[in-house]
């Protein structure tokens, strides 16, 4: 009984260890949370806007502009863009993104996966981790910028993928992604990266009306000469700013369930031990008592 009762309280540390370490790690994500949270809330207006800017000019029907990274191509080779995080302790995120891309390729892409045609860029290490295991084609010069992330260094993979476009050396650019909502809730979504997506036709005469007509000073060539490469490398940072935001407010929420977890079980854990001991000391108690009516009788 006594071997019982260590075994029990050895538990009862152990999993009080553990509660310690998971409420911790629930606390510095909530911090780093709050930053990551007001740069993607910060971001996104001008991000959405530009994109918006952009697909208006490039859908115009008055439009004369042969823009390269606008040119729609027979789809060959695709590079799925892939954003996870660098380490676990996330719930089901990893698996959730990784989820997402798996089915966007074997609806979208299967012909290209199956002819070797389709390459996975990855960033964050979880992503790269599956898709090597499941043998995928993978870039991978990218797969540590989230261990600092900063708009020089997300440039890169943007001006990596324009230039590849440009060269021919793909037709198709896909992003997917974590887009933050609030701690608890992430939308899993894929997103058109390259050729810059056109803005969708305006049926009604209403909405027609409505539509904005950009006048363009200086002129509409060197407006988009210029502007165009901010609005793609911005849209880049934006989907890493979300992904980032995305995996703090995971990792909080599955610390947090950790904690209540942990607490429940040392409660049990507690009920247990007083149990075994209160037996304990019964057996103890009917052996003296048997022992003093042996001596008595």
Known sequence: MSGQLKEVRQRIASVTSTQQITNAMKMVSAAKLRRAQNAILDMRPYAQKLQGVLSNII????SDLKIALAEEREMEKVIMVVITSDRGTCGAYNANVIKKAVEKINSSYLKQKESGNLSVLTIGKKGYDY????????????MSLL??????????????????????????????YSQFQNAVVQN??????????????????????????FLFEPSK???IE?????????????????????EHGARMTAMDKATENANELIRELKISYNRARQAAI??????????AAALNG
């Open 221 to 223: 060539e060197e407006l």
């Open 147 to 176: 261990t600092q992330i900063s708009f020089e260094e997300v440039k890169k993979v943007a001006d990596f993928l324009q230039k590849a476009y440009l060269n021919k050396e793909v037709d198709k650019v896909e992003l997917v």
């Open 226 to 246: 210029n502007l165009m490469p901010i609005i793609l490398n911005t849209q880049i940072y934006k989907a890493v700013l979300d992904a980032n935001a995305s």
């Open 131 to 142: 898709f090597k295991r499941h043998n995928y084609t993978i870039i991978d010069e990218f």
């Open 59 to 62: 859908s115009a029907e008055s």
């Open 188 to 213: 899993f979504i894929t997103e058109d990266y390259l050729p810059i997506p056109k803005k969708e036709k305006i049926e009604s005469e209403e909405a027609k009306e409505m539509e904005t007509d």
């Open 282 to 291: 019964t057996t103890e108690l009917t052996e003296i008592v048997s022992g």
